[in-house]
């Protein structure tokens, strides 16, 4: 059964009214109105003078009413957004489990370095000689990313992850085009990608072709390669993978895609599975993404911006879009210009300026203050906390291939069975106990997905709390007659179960005078 949208029901064994109070508001949690419906109006926070009766100067266009701000005094502004701030969860608060989102612990070290006023009160059109210590930082951190990597050649412009994969689709598309097979069209990619591999490849018109996954949670590299063939542009595939193992025959297929003349594109964004340990240009691959969000723990997730350096392989190098970063006589310099006399067959460029500057600042200074044997270390703690966790739930969920997994754990929802509880209730009375839920439903390989990773900067304790939790949750789901519970939650959250379908469908992005809000 699809319980996804389920409208809440009262759960019956609720006290009725005993959780109740005279303003809805629970301890020191505020029923927090709307900014709008908060409304005094004629009230502000400053004392503007009286407007001049000066002419128009914006022809017919007249003002045809007010624009409906709200009015309010600045203290009522300053608590309505302390409030709402307080009511986010964040890798601040606590354990943040969402597997393939690596929600680590953001060093504060990261955060002083990319506050330095020579960092962040840069403008991206100031003279290139006043920048030149931004610039060996991109230079420094290029540097690293491809040492990490073992590319010969990075660019730092892309947004996100979901951005440098399309960096990279295109410059595969220009490497092609360049030797006169801009005929291949077609791009492998296995069941397990994530969402945004075959959106990435459909963007940029070439034909999404499946690969089935094999039952051990690898792709099955025999009908990978029984697929290749002259119309293949290349293969995107994600290792680890979504189902956090290993891709073990990531050689033997980049060997097969290279010689039928494709590209290899790997989804980097499990890199903190591997970073220090494997390097992505020994495995064969041309082109990757490294979500520096993820692996480098720049904050993200309704935080910060996300960022997407890509690496390239030698055959894709020259197709690098601008900017980049040169060493010229007067010290450093970008590129910024494609056709220009320095950008040599760079395809064009992703996005306007040079990146995200203050992620490239904190990336960087984790890079630095981890170290080579730090980030070695970062990568086995990670893989160990994961299969710490699968080891102390194996037993009581279901695993959905044996281990061992990488960075990340998953479990379907066989242990549900009969029980009347689906993934997504687990998931809803996980936040009543306090804790972020996991990925849910993905991958869409096995069955009501949950997928486990916890990250290296969770303690052994910190594991223990939520392995215990969702221990006694899956018990309690078996303990039968439990399913009225579980669907009733969460119970404890400002908003309780939201028909969460008709929010995306139907989204009401706007407040309008009168319409009231939708019950909780
Ligand atoms: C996060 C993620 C992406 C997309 O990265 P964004 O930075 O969110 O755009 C792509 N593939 C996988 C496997 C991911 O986990």
Redesign the pocket.
Same mark, same amino acid.
């Given at each position: 059964m699809n319980a996804q949208g389920r409208p809440t029901a009262a759960f019956a064994g609720e006290s009725a009214g005993g959780e109740e109070t005279v303003t809805g508001n629970r301890g020191l949690r505020i029923e927090e109105p709307l900014i709008f419906e908060q409304d005094s109006p004629g009230m502000t926070g400053v004392d503007l003078p009286a407007v001049p009766d000066a002419p128009l100067r914006l022809g017919t266009v007249r003002p045809r009413g007010r624009i409906g701000l709200p009015g309010l005094a600045e203290p009522q502004v300053v608590r309505h957004y302390t409030r709402l701030s307080q009511k986010n969860y964040a890798i601040d608060t606590g354990l943040y489990p969402l597997g393939?989102?690596t929600m680590k612990h953001n060093p504060r070290l990261n955060e002083k370095m990319a506050r330095l006023p020579g960092f962040a009160d840069l403008h991206p059109l100031q003279p290139q000689a006043t920048v030149q210590g931004a610039l060996e930082l991109m230079d420094t951190l290029a540097h690293w990313l491809k040492t990490l990597t073992g590319m010969p050649a990075v660019t730092l412009a892309p947004a996100?992850?979901? %951005?440098?994969?399309m960096c990279g689709m295109m410059a595969i598309r220009a490497a092609l085009e360049h030797r006169g097979e801009g005929g291949r069209t077609r791009v492998l990619v296995p069941e397990s990608?994530?969402g945004?591999?075959p959106a990435t490849a459909a963007a940029l018109g070439f034909t999404v072709d499946p690969v089935p996954g094999a039952p051990d949670g690898r792709v099955d590299a025999a009908a990978l390669k029984a697929k290749l063939g002259s119309d293949v542009a290349g293969i995107m595939l994600?290792n680890p993978n979504?189902c956090g193992l290993f891709e073990r025959d990531i050689r033997s297929i980049a060997d097969a895609v290279h010689e039928a003349g494709a590209y290899f594109y790997c989804?980097g964004?499990?890199f903190n599975a591997i970073v220090g340990r494997v390097r992505p240009a020994d495995l064969g691959i041309d082109a990757m993404?490294i979500?520096l %969000?993820?692996t480098f723990s720049t904050p993200?997730g309704g935080g910060g911006p996300?960022s997407?350096p890509v690496v390239f392989s030698e055959s894709l190098a020259p197709f690098v879009p601008v900017p980049f970063v040169v060493h010229g006589p007067d010290g450093l310099r970008l590129v910024e210009h494609a056709g220009g006399p320095d950008a040599g067959t760079a395809f064009g460029r992703m996005k306007a300026f040079h990146g995200q500057m203050g992620m490239f600042v904190r990336a960087l200074a984790y890079i630095l203050s981890h170290g080579a044997d730090g980030l070695w270390q970062a990568s086995g703690d990670a893989v160990l906390n994961a299969n710490y966790v699968m080891a102390r739930l194996g037993d009581v969920m279901t695993p959905s291939f044996d281990g061992p997994c990488m960075h990340e754990c998953l479990f379907d929802d066989r242990f549900l069975k009969g029980t009347g509880v689906t993934t997504l209730d687990i998931a809803k009375a996980l936040i009543d106990e306090g804790f972020h839920p996991m990925t849910m439903y993905f991958p869409l390989v096995v069955h009501g997905a949950l997928l486990i990773e916890p990250t290296e900067t969770e303690s052994r304790a910190g594991l223990d709390q939520f392995v215990d939790t969702l221990r006694a949750l899956a018990e309690r789901a078996r303990a039968g007659d439990a399913a009225a519970w579980f669907q009733a939650a969460p119970r404890l959250t400002p908003r309780r179960r939201l028909d969460e379908t008709t929010a995306a469908r139907k989204p009401v992005l706007r407040w309008k005078e009168g319409e009231g809000r939708a019950g909780p």
């Open positions: 393939s989102c996100a992850g979901a %951005h440098g994969e990608a994530h945004t591999n994600t979504t989804d964004a499990n993404h979500n %969000h993820k993200h996300g997407g």
